[in-house]
């Protein structure tokens, strides 16, 4: 099975037009109709999709014949998408808090995609990682600089230890990590609903799942805790995100193990041949899966809302998927989908709060943009480009291999 | 796979009882050990405490008791003599067999355990199971029926959940028979959208698949707080009630088990066995069968493979739209996200099934029981914490699937564009 979305298709212009300016020249080297071309068409797409879902669900206004109201709506709802993701401290803030955990899944699900394997499970690591890392936050009481750098590391080792279940079971008994990654997701979402109940978890005088509070000295340093203004929430979390890309990019292009799982990904058979063992690869590939996942756990918990509860976790390792898919498993390709859709995430509560129009907008125009960047055929088809060349939308093996 | 078994396969066989690979060595070993493990964990959960009689209700009056205790000394024996035999030289061509009568064994004995000294309904717990698969069943015969003829179906969970909001919002505004209708129209014509966005536009079928499931998720949850909520006259059709069917339901022990249920269940294994027939004795079968497979050499031939696709693809959608509008006829109104990743376990039974109608609806009764049984036990009070009850069918298809099916065979050119000749 091949992975086109590790080799993504050379340049399809030549930037052999010397006559063309210096600005011009750089956009041809940089594969301008796939990179920013495509994306931006998908995103504008998505919009003009999302209008006609806010307008046809509108019904009210509909009844009354009431364009004008309808537009208006729209109007301030796509207003408030910028705005509460980038206007202002606050919104910023709010950006940061949402791209997260979604750029830590998003590494998690990366990872696997370039090993040519599909990791579902990001939820079910993400969990595991948590309830680890609300562990060390609300049984230690300090120092700070020993307590959060114990609890982020006991989050990856929780989230790595569940990770590597799939990768045993893949590499050792042949179980497709598809079925294996949803089974554990459901697994650990019972176990800690079991765990949160326990009396080492419960928060005294709850009956409800809700762990204890992580300790002050336990919580994750505010990233703007200098301005001494409590609603700006964003904590770093953000930069451990950030510093897990960069070594996601290291590992992968600088190391031979990345050597080896990139080859994995690109033909398993040739990656054997060459003397490469699989069955350790995919190993490797589902803990380190599994430690970003954790790390994206341990932000949530430690950083965010500093306690754990049954669904903390949400939807994060779903939407991680479309992040990876849409950075097309490459680390500035993930930090980047992961910034949009925390900015849309953001933008979203803002939207729902200003105009009513409901959040969930935020999840159609994620699906409208994955299949989108996925059809670069379908896109030049609708915006009438001309084809420069064979473009190869990401792609993932299936089940087969 | 699932053609008759093959001269060479015969031989295999008898040769596997005779002398054993390395492989099979170990895969014997594997399940012997997973023997054992049971038959401790028997001997030392289920054969202590008061133990007693526990009464087991066959529908109507008539009941039977079994002492718990005795029975689970007599599983746990079994299961070390079951070990002994696999790991010492393993069980051939009976291993499948005795897996599936030791999982009923066990079953059974745990029922026993926690029914003990108490009334427990056999049937109405069967009668449950049967109803929980139905909805998992007719997703994973839409997945069968899309993975079938190549195309990868990961939207079954998409497939399912429009389904269910469209039957409930049309179902609400005319009828609910209209409803159903509409339901399988709407997850028909997705279904074809991805068939069209993979065959006619190369999207990896992965992706589109995945983007349905996100993409209807939104949409349903976007017009459920936006539109139902505030009117709820568009959201409630009231449920489809059970049909006994007339001279069976009075079967004793199976017609209270299968001859009582709503029509979905009847369906629901009317079209397993239709199915079945079709994909393995018509010529719709084979020639869907061998696009799957093989599309350059059906295209040879003179299939069409591309339009064989679509209509599957399409078809497939309506098996699955019709699934979903089974929540609206339980339940009587769609509620955010109602399919609850019902859909992705539906996909692990077409993996789990092996891609063979038969095998799904096996795999999706073994779900649908763990779920019914999980119910049964919170309200028997037997100190198993109901969060371990709820993730043991999880845990049990992950151990099943890593002891039995190694390397799910699955249609060679699945996930493969095909550009015709």
Same mark, same amino acid.
């Given at each position: ?31 301008? /109709? ?9 995103? *504008? ?16 206004? @509909? ?7 309808? @537009? ?66 609300? +049984?230690?009481?300090?120092? !700070? ?11 990856? $080792? ?22 294996? /990654? ?5 697994? &650990? ?17 709850? =009956? ?46 600088? /190391? ?64 991680? *998927?479309? $992040? ?73 093996? #299936?089940?087969?291999? | 796979?699932?053609?008759?078994? +093959? ?31 049971? &038959? ?11 133990? !007693? ?30 070990? #002994? ?24 004995? @745990?029922?026993?355990? &926690?029914?003990? #000294? ?6 109405? +717990? ?17 997945? *069968?029926?899309?993975?079938?003829? !190549? ?43 991805? &068939? ?15 983007? *349905? =499931? ?14 139902? /909520?505030? =009117? ?81 693809? +399409? ?25 609850? #990743? ?23 009764? $073994? ?28 845990? $049990? ?25």
């Amino acid at each position: 099975m091949t992975d086109t979305a590790t080799a993504p298709a050379p340049g399809d212009a030549t930037p052999d037009d010397a006559s063309g300016g210096l600005v011009r020249r750089l956009l041809a080297r940089i594969d301008t /109709t796939n990179a920013v071309v495509l994306p931006l068409l998908a995103f *504008i797409s998505a919009l003009v999709i999302g209008t006609v879902v806010i307008a046809l669900s509108d019904i009210d206004k @509909l009844k009354e014949g009431d364009i004008g109201g309808i @537009l208006t709506t729209i109007k301030d709802a796509y207003l408030a998408l910028p705005k509460g993701a980038f206007d202002g401290w606050r919104p910023l803030n709010e950006t940061i808090v949402a791209t997260t955990p979604l750029l830590l899944a998003g590494l998690a699900v990366a990872i696997t995609f370039k090993a040519g394997l599909f990791n579902i499970g990001g939820t079910g690591q993400m969990l595991m990682g948590g309830m680890g890392a609300v562990w060390v936050g609300f +049984t230690m009481n300090g120092p !700070g600089i020993l307590q959060v750098p114990l609890g982020i590391l006991a989050g990856m $080792v929780c989230g790595m230890l569940w990770g590597i279940v799939p990768g045993l079971l893949k590499a050792r008994a042949g179980v497709h990590e598809v079925i294996s /990654t949803i089974m554990m997701n459901f697994i &650990a979402a019972s176990l800690v609903l079991y765990i949160l109940k326990t009396d080492a978890f419960v928060r005294e005088g709850r =009956n409800d799942p809700i762990s204890k509070l992580v300790t002050p000295e336990g919580r994750l340093p505010r990233l703007f805790g200098y301005l001494d203004r409590p609603e700006l929430r964003a904590h770093i979390g953000f930069l451990i995100a950030i510093a897990a890309a960069l070594f996601f990019w290291w590992l992968l292009e600088r /190391t031979t193990i990345g050597f080896e799982i990139r080859a994995q990904g690109a033909n398993s058979s040739a990656a054997r041949y060459a003397g490469m063992r699989p069955g350790l690869l995919i190993m490797t590939s589902f803990v380190i899966a599994g430690g970003f996942a954790g790390l994206a756990g341990a932000s949530e918990v430690l950083g965010t809302q500093g306690r754990a509860t049954q669904g903390f976790a949400g939807d994060i390792g779903f939407d991680a *998927i479309a $992040v990876a898919l849409l950075g097309r498993s490459s680390p500035s390709g993930t930090a980047l989908a992961a910034l949009l859709f925390g900015a849309l995430q953001a933008g979203g509560q803002k939207m729902q709060v200003d105009t009513g129009v409901p959040v969930d907008l935020v999840l159609i125009l994620r699906a409208l943009i994955v299949l989108f960047i996925a059809a670069p055929l379908l896109m030049k088809a609708i915006w009438r480009i001309k084809a420069e060349g064979a473009i190869a939308g990401p792609s993932f093996g #299936g089940w087969g291999s | 796979m699932n053609q008759p078994a +093959t001269l060479t396969d015969a031989y295999l066989d008898l040769a596997g009882s005779v002398t054993r690979t390395p492989d099979q060595v170990k895969r014997s070993r594997n399940l012997g050990i997973a023997y054992f493990v049971l &038959a401790v964990v028997t001997l030392f959960v289920f054969a202590r405490g008061d133990g !007693g009689t526990s009464t087991f209700g066959l529908g109507g009056d008539s009941t039977f008791g079994v002492p718990s205790i005795p029975l689970a000394w007599i599983c746990a024996v079994s299961f070390a003599a079951l070990g #002994g035999v696999q790991i010492s030289r393993g069980t051939g061509r009976w291993q499948s067999a005795l897996i599936a009568a030791a999982a009923l064994l066990f079953v059974f004995t @745990l029922m026993a355990w &926690a029914a003990a #000294g108490k009334q427990f309904s056999l049937t109405g +717990t069967l009668h449950d199971a049967l109803k929980a698969s139905t909805p998992l069943v007719f997703g994973a015969l839409g997945g *069968i029926m899309c993975e079938r003829s !190549g195309i990868i179906n990961i939207a079954i969970e998409g497939l399912l959940l429009a389904g269910a909001f469209t039957s409930a919002v049309v179902g609400s505004v005319v009828n609910i028979w209209v409803g159903i209708l509409a339901a399988m129209v709407v997850s028909g014509l997705l279904a074809l959208m991805l &068939a069209w966005l993979a065959i006619r536009f190369h999207v990896d079928q992965v992706i589109v698949g995945f983007a *349905i =499931n996100f993409f209807v998720l939104g949409v349903t949850s976007f017009i459920d707080s936006r539109v139902l /909520t505030r =009117n709820p006259e568009y959201n409630g059709t009231g449920t489809i009630s059970q049909w006994k069917v007339p001279g069976l339901h009075r079967l004793p022990i199976v017609g209270p088990i299968l001859f009582e249920q709503t029509f979905y269940v009847y369906v629901a294994l009317g079209l397993v066995a239709f199915i079945a027939w079709a994909l393995f004795k018509t010529k719709w079968g084979l020639q869907t069968r061998a696009v799957g497979e093989h599309p350059t050499a059906a295209g040879t031939l003179g299939i069409d493979v591309l339009r064989r696709r679509y209509i599957n693809v +399409t078809l497939a959608g309506a098996i699955s739209g019709f699934g979903g509008s089974w929540w609206t006829a339980d339940v009587g109104r769609f509620n955010e996200n109602i399919t609850n #990743g019902r859909g992705f376990i539906a996909l692990a039974v077409v993996l789990v099934g092996r891609h063979h109608p038969v095998g799904a609806l096996m795999a999706a009764l $073994v779900f649908g029981f763990a779920d019914a049984l999980a119910l049964k036990f919170s309200f028997l009070n037997t100190g198993i914490p109901s969060e371990f009850l709820e993730l043991a069918p999880f845990l $049990v298809t992950l151990v099943v699937v890593a002891s039995v099916g190694r390397g799910a065979r699955v249609p060679a050119a699945l996930g493969q564009p095909y550009e015709e000749q």
